[in-house]
Every structure is written in C-alpha cells, then in structure tokens.
C-alpha cells in the first residue's frame, strides 16, 4: 500500500470516530428528551447536518482509495 493510500485510510479512520462521536452525542440528545427534557432542537439539526457532512467527506475519502484499483482493473482488461 502506498504512503497516499495510507493516509486515505488513515483520514477515513478519523472520520469514522468523528461519525462515532456526532452519534453518541445524538443518543445523549435522545437520552435527554427521554428523561423529560427538552432540548434545544437546534442541537439535534446541528448534529445532522455534521453527521451528513461526515459521511460525505467519508464517501470522498473512500473513492480516492477505490480509484487507484479502478484504474488498475481497466488497464488489466
């Protein structure tokens, strides 16, 4: 594996910690109006819109990973 392509592997890692992280933020949300509270809605809309950009970022990071072996694959054709 390249240096390039540990470093891709190496960002997705961190993003998926980030994912883990926005998530158990989300449950504490969720654990909190369970309990009676009313949180503040906006917190609940801020930590979808980070988990969608992480996920994006993701999706990016993992296709600069596949794209190498797509390119390997048609040269082998």
Partial sequence: MSSNQNSVVQSIHRLDR???????????F?????????PDPNEFIRLLQQQAMIHSAMTAQFGLLQKPLKTVLNETK
């Fill in 18 to 28: 980030k994912f883990d992280d926005t998530g158990s933020q989300m449950h504490d």
């Fill in 30 to 38: 969720y654990s909190r109006q369970t309990n009676g509270e009313m």
